[in-house]
C-alpha cells in the first residue's frame, strides 16, 4: 500500500528527473532503482526509500534527492506560463 508521501514523492522524481538522471543519482548513493519495463518504477523508489529512510545512504539521498526536486521545481515555476506555474507551485509542499 502506497502512502500519500510515497506517490507525492513519485509523481516528483517522475516529472522533475529523466529516466537517466535518475539512474545516476541513485548510483551515486548506491541506491536500487527497479524499472518496470523501460521507465524507473518511481512508486517502488519512493516506498523503499520511505519504508528505510535510516537504512544506508537513504536519509543522504533523499537529501540530495530534494534539494534538487526543490531546485527544479522553482525553475519551473519561473518559467512556466500561468496554469503550468501553478501545477509547480503545488508542488513545493
Known sequence: M??????????AVNE???P??????????????K???TAPNHLELAK???????TGQNRRFLKALLSDLL???NNRIE????E???????MIP
Request: glycine share 4%; charged share 25%; with cysteine.
Open 20 to 33: 537517466y538522471e535518475l539512474e545516476e543519482l541513485c548510483g551515486q548513493y548506491d541506491i536500487e532503482l
Open 2 to 11: 502506497y502512502t500519500e508521501s510515497t506517490k507525492t514523492l513519485a509523481d
Open 84 to 90: 503550468d506555474s501553478l501545477y509547480h507551485q503545488q
Open 79 to 82: 518559467n512556466a506560463d500561468r
Open 16 to 18: 522533475y528527473f529523466s
Open 71 to 73: 531546485i527544479r521545481c
Open 35 to 37: 524499472y518496470s519495463g
Open 48 to 54: 523503499n526509500l520511505l519504508a528505510h529512510i535510516n
